[in-house]
């Protein structure tokens, strides 16, 4: 069966719709009416284009992403309609659900919208086959990637999404556990479980200089050998070091401007920032001769050190003021997506190199630099 990175994208956006739409999951309860009632009531006379275009343009993706991966699969003949019924039970189901929730409204204009969305995202997948460029996509990723790369595509995609969101330290994906250890000593108050809960001996630490130098580097690396894994020709490979570094401090840059406006663009960027971003550059450089499978190897024990230092770590005192600072601007509307794909992000790095280091034999024809 044919590999497409449209797959596990589609997958990805459908769980970010799910968490957009159900946002903050928070006071379920039964209002006394049939949850599919909004469907026969009048179309709300009131709607503004913030909603009109959010509706259609949220649910544009998933159309066009789940209609691409059946026509990856050369299903062209249903793909349109398979992605239009797919979009639209998903968003029948989300305005069903929205009934039990008091912070949000359903809607069907919202579930036509959506609908529509959907159609569009699938026609404009159905016309660029049309145009070839699909033809031509497939060309290009036959010459750049070796066979059963979509994962590692889809997470490559991803990462610059996932670095929108502040982080503690730059580039430093997953630092999650003070705040589970935090959450679930909140979940336990008042119960008789609470005492079961370990306590630290040491409090976390801030990082020291030396190991913050490492988690950016190594945050860096991370998208960068798993391209590196994945590609056929070490000159690929220079594109992925040299994108590695442009995307991750422009996707940085963005998530400055996001929180604090244009002119704070560039604040984050530290000394110690440039001393990671340099230990990027002199690794990605050494290691653009290994074999593929040393490559994800690599990323497999990159991903691991630092998401061991940086959960090993406090976050800085400033940390909570500047998320606070995110949450409360106009981007609120993104509903903890960024958020939830910056802690995640990692881990699920670590389960795909966990799984295809483990039994992906063609990883050893790939490009070692020929």
Known sequence: MASTAARPLSWIYAVLIVYASLYPFEGWRDQGIAPWAYLTTPLPKYWTQFDVVSNVLGYAPLGFLVALARLRLRLRLSAVAVAV??????SLGLETLQS?????????????????????????????LAMGWLERWSRFR????VPHSSGALALMATWPL?????APVPFGLGQVL?????????????????????LREVELQPLLQINEVLCIGLGVLLPVMLGYGVVRQMWQRVWCLALGLVVGACASALSSVLTYGPEHAWEWVTPEVHMGLGLALVLGLLLLRVPARMALVLALT????QLGMLNNASADVYFSQTVQTWEQGRFIRFHGLIQWLGWLWP????LYLLWSVGR??????ASSGA
């Not at 881990?347 to 670590?350: F, G, N």
């Not at 992906?360 to 024809?365: G, K, M, V």
């Open 85 to 90: 019924v797919l979009a639209g039970l998903l």
């Open 360 to 365: 992906s034999p063609h990883l050893d024809h």
């Open 302 to 305: 990159f991903v691991v050190w």
């Open 142 to 145: 036959s010459q750049w990637f």
């Open 162 to 166: 996932a670095l929108l969101f502040p």
């Open 347 to 350: 881990y699920a790095l670590l």
């Open 178 to 198: 003070e705040r589970l250890e935090d959450a679930l000593a909140q979940w336990l108050l008042d119960t008789p479980w609470l005492e079961w809960l370990p």
């Open 100 to 128: 039990f929730l008091p912070m949000r409204v359903p809607s069907n204009l919202d579930a036509l919208l959506n609908v529509l969305g959907a159609l569009l995202g699938a026609v404009l997948a159905r016309v660029l």
